[in-house]
Each structure stands twice: as C-alpha cells, then as structure tokens.
C-alpha cells in the first residue's frame, strides 16, 4: 500500500515551480547526476529512478533544501550523507520530512551532523545553553510545514505569518488552496472582475482569506512573467 509521503504527487517543473527551484536543480537532488566525468548520487533518493515525478515527502523534503541553499550554499556531499545517516538513524525512508528529529530527536540530528561531517554552519540543530534548538533556517523549514503526527501533511508556500494558503496532497491535488478552495479559482474569478467581499461570501471564507489567495497568485504570476 502507497502511504501518503509514498504517492507521486507533481512533475518535476510543477513541482520545482512550486518550490520557486530551477527544475535542473530539482532533477540533481532527485536523480543526481554526472559533472566533469564524476557521477554524484542523488540527494534526496537513496538511488535514481528515472522517474520524472515527485513524491509527497520528496517535495517537502526539496522544501528544506531549498531554503539551506538560498541562505547557505551548503556543499550536496556534506549534505547527502548527513540526510543517509539520518535515514539509517531514524530508520525511515525520510527523515526530513518527519516530525521527529526536529521536535524529539534532536539527539539523533546532532550526532548525524558531526559523523557526516556536516559543518557547523550548516547544522540544523545547534546547542545553546546545554539545550539543542534548532538553527533558524531549520525552524523557518518546520514552521512551514502542517506536521499530522509524525508525517508532514501540508505545506506553507508564503513564508508570511498568518496566511492560510496551504500545499496539502489531500487537497486539490496537492495545488495551493485556502481552506479547501482553488487560490487559482479564486483569482481567476477576481481577474473577471468579482468583488473579493462576494468571494469570501461565495466560498464561505473570510476577506483575509481572499486576499492571502490573490497575493499568493498574484505574486506567482509575476514570478513567471519575469521568467518568460
């Protein structure tokens, strides 16, 4: 049986659209690749598949390493065997995308940190205090993600408080929605000309709500207008 972390969700340019990664990015950590005669194995599969899809967990696990990439170029050796001896740690097929080692195995992070040789700059949980915590880009990573348990269940794409956009692969299809309701739907009707107090009305949402879809869209949309 397919478990939730397990289904294919995306292609990879949805997927790496939705993460804001160049898709060739995406592609090396799914698949890995060859650079100067040398072949680097994949980041965040234990092998490459030949598989053009992603995963739940591998596009919440993507998430991670798109945000330790966009504040710190963490070198993908140091960072592909520290996420093994997480998996050989913890015992799952992904550690980044469980609830654990972030909130209870803090522990385990902090010894697989040291034997992967992972560099102090680039940890996720540090010791303050005698207490380990977690570095800022890892907190950011586990404020993004609605955790159900110990598996991820949704995810944030606006890095803002109190916006109800969400990512969840129980939703329609895993594309960003407001409580339930299309964000595309939402600004597809706005750009034809309905009142986002009517909207909220609609759909049984609030005005935030409306306005937390529309600046989503909206900044989607000049994202990819810039890059055509």
Known sequence: ?????????????????LLNVAQGTLHYW???????????KPVLRTEPTGKRTVTWAEFVEAGLLRQYRRHHKVPMAELRAFIDRMREDLGVPYPLADRRPYVVNKDLVLKAQVSSGLDPEFHLVAAI???????PPSQNFF???????D????????AEEGSTVR???????????????????????EDAGEDVEDLAA??????????????????????????A
């Open 151 to 158: 598996q991820a269940a949704g995810w944030l794409p606006i």
């Open 1 to 17: 049986m397919v478990t939730v972390l397990e289904r294919e969700m995306y292609t990879e340019a949805e997927a790496a659209r």
């Open 202 to 227: 609609l759909y049984s949402l609030t005005v935030a709500d409306v306005r937390w879809a529309l600046a989503y869209e909206n900044a989607e949309r000049a994202k990819n207008s810039r890059t």
């Open 167 to 189: 990512i969840r692969p129980d939703v329609r299809f895993g594309r960003p929605a407001v409580k339930g309701i299309s964000t595309a739907a939402i600004w597809e009707q």
């Open 129 to 135: 205090s005698g207490q380990l915590v977690l570095t």
């Open 30 to 40: 799914l698949e890995g690749g060859t650079s100067r005669r040398k072949a680097y």
């Open 143 to 149: 404020d993004r993600v609605d955790w159900e348990g």
